[in-house]
């Protein structure tokens, strides 16, 4: 056998490449023990080696860690404890450690820290607590503030213009931020597209409900012109809206020239079984009114807002415009003194308003209503049944437009004894606020009857001022201020005179008389109209007061009044 020839057999040898005729060619024979044993040497040598660098490794990582540890323990202890002053110092202890990367570590524990309650609070919104205690904690913790807070603000405004964050979060990262660093120009800067973004968005979608409702258009078109530039997408889609809008208004619309008639009516008769026959001339029943409000809809008048027929342009008073439907007319509603006074009490009126579930009701103690049992009512007196016939029947409203409620103050309102001296008057108070926030929610206006309900021809004019200003700590502490101002009893004084320049002086600028007529008039200074009395005597005496409006004898409720069997002993 040649000595390079190759066995076709293994052997106890192993096969190693590298050896034969040519290097790299063949097989030749090497024992594999011996080499195992050689490689397992050299291994053994490494691993002390190994062992120390692990174990130099471990040794830095805990180094590093626990210092960054050790200052990230002592920056959270102080977020707890809201303490502004050691926030700060362990804030600034950690980013200047000593040990190389530990700060860089710290950074991240904190940074991760600090966005998560950041994004807590900003979710929670202004005014909660972990909005004051994230701005209390680091307010003056300056690194946190421009390296988080302020690019998070600003990152947040960018979002939302891409519509990658809700509303009520943006505003929360911005005004946490503006809280902090109230002056900072970028952020004000942002607060501003920010704001545009909000008014552009909340345009844009009650346009689109504007679009899909009868008689909308031209609302729908309006709204769309307010849609921002920078609100890219809508933008472009309200722009490309518009002109068909536009088309569709001008064959729904007009604008309405003449007066529009304002009509006004006490608090309903909601028991007439209690009401004496005294008060048979100056109220109708809760039947009666829901009559008047079913024959002006089938006779294609809307509702619209007293304050909407005049604006306040600097001191002049001029009038509006008024846009409605082509097959309408409008009207005005108002509510003559809703305060329930108790010398009316036991005499077939309800006691107060209440809200209950979101919705405006009314209450009566059993022994005003002649009944077993307290009575809680939705269908009894005016808003109740307004709020009802407007959800029955949307059209009967325009845009929205509720009752204009005129108040005294001097027996309290809505029921409630607000008045200064009454008897738990801060919870009355709050009662009757709660009430006049979810009548201005659902779009109803307040004017002032003064607050003592007396004729103003006689008073002085230290009396008048004396007067308003009353109704303003009495009346206007619970519904807001307000421009329109009810003659009491219909008692007016002339424009010119003291006394109207003392009312115009507290701001109000349209003055509402009593009389039959659709009467407007503008002086510059003021605006002045009628206010037609809906009431029994008008009902039954003077029924051509509604002619083309109203029935009056369809309207008339012989039942109920045929209840009212008593004169009133006062």
């Known amino acids: 056998m040649a000595l390079f020839e190759r066995k076709s057999k293994q052997s106890s040898l192993g096969y190693v490449r590298g050896y034969g005729r040519a290097r790299g060619s063949g097989y030749g024979y090497v024992s594999r023990g011996p080499m195992r044993m050689t490689n397992r040497k050299k291994a053994a040598g490494y691993l002390p080696i190994i062992i120390s660098l692990a174990t130099l490794v471990l040794l830095i990582v805990m180094l590093v860690g626990g210092t960054a540890w050790w200052h990230y323990s002592r920056f959270t202890r ?24 530990s700060s860089q570590l710290f950074w991240w524990f904190a940074s991760r820290h600090v966005s998560n309650q950041l994004s807590v609070a900003a979710n929670e919104g202004i005014g909660s607590e972990a909005v004051e205690a994230f701005v209390e904690t680091y307010r003056e913790t300056t690194d946190v503030v421009e390296e988080l807070v302020l690019p998070k603000a600003l990152s947040a405004v960018e979002q939302y213009r891409e519509k990658l964050i809700e509303e009520q979060v943006v505003v929360g990262y911005v005004e946490i931020a503006l809280q902090m660093r109230p002056q900072h120009a970028d952020l004000l800067e942002a607060k501003k597209t920010l704001d545009i973004l909000i008014a552009s968005r909340e345009a844009f979608a009650a346009a689109k409900i504007a679009a899909a409702q009868p008689y909308g258009a031209e609302e729908a078109a309006d709204l769309y012109e307010l849609v921002a530039e920078i609100d890219e997408e809508n933008y472009r889609i309200a722009q490309a809206a518009i002109p068909e809008l536009r088309l569709r208004a001008n064959e729904e619309m007009q604008t309405w020239m003449l007066p529009v008639r304002h009509f006004t009516l006490n608090p309903l008769l909601a028991f007439p079984h209690m009401t004496p026959l005294d008060y048979a001339n100056d109220y109708i029943t809760a039947v009666e009114f829901e009559r008047v409000i079913k024959q002006l809809y089938d006779n294609d008048y809307i509702l619209v807002g007293l304050e909407t027929l005049f604006s306040v342009e600097g001191t002049s008073v001029v009038p509006t415009s008024l846009r409605i439907p082509k097959d309408k007319k409008p009207f005005v509603l108002s509510i003559e003194n809703l305060s329930y006074s108790p010398r009316h009490e036991g005499r077939g009126m309800v006691d107060k308003l209440i809200v209950r579930d979101e919705k405006i009701g009314t209450f009566t103690s059993a022994i005003n209503a002649g009944t077993a049992d307290d009575i809680i009512s939705f269908n009894n007196d005016i808003i109740p049944i307004l709020e009802q016939f407007i959800e029955d029947n949307p059209t009967f409203s325009w845009r929205g437009a509720r009752a204009t409620i005129s108040l005294a103050g001097y027996s ?13 008057q801060e919870e009355e108070i709050r009662g009757a606020k709660e009430v006049a926030d979810l009548l201005e929610e659902l779009g109803y206006t307040f004017a002032s009857l003064g607050f003592e309900y007396v004729e103003m021809s006689t008073l002085e004019t230290d009396q008048i001022i004396n007067d308003a200003q009353l109704w303003i700590d009495q009346t206007s502490n619970i519904v807001g201020t307000t421009t329109l101002f009810f003659w009491p009893f219909g008692d007016t004084l002339p424009q010119d005179s003291e006394g109207a320049l003392v009312l115009r002086d507290f701001g109000y600028r349209s003055f509402s008389q009593i009389g039959p007529n659709s009467f407007e008039e503008f002086t510059g200074m003021a605006r002045i109209d009628e206010r037609a009395f809906i009431d029994g005597n008008g009902l039954y005496n003077w029924p051509e007061r509604y002619e083309g409006y109203f029935d009056s004898g369809a309207v008339i409720d012989t039942e109920g009044r045929d209840m009212m069997d008593y004169w009133l002993e006062w």
């Open 78 to 101: 102080a977020v707890r404890d809201v303490d502004a002053e050691r926030v700060q110092l362990a804030y600034s202890a950690g980013n200047k450690a000593a040990v190389p990367g």
């Open 412 to 424: 309290g309102n809505f029921g409630y004894r607000t008045s200064f001296g009454s008897e738990n």
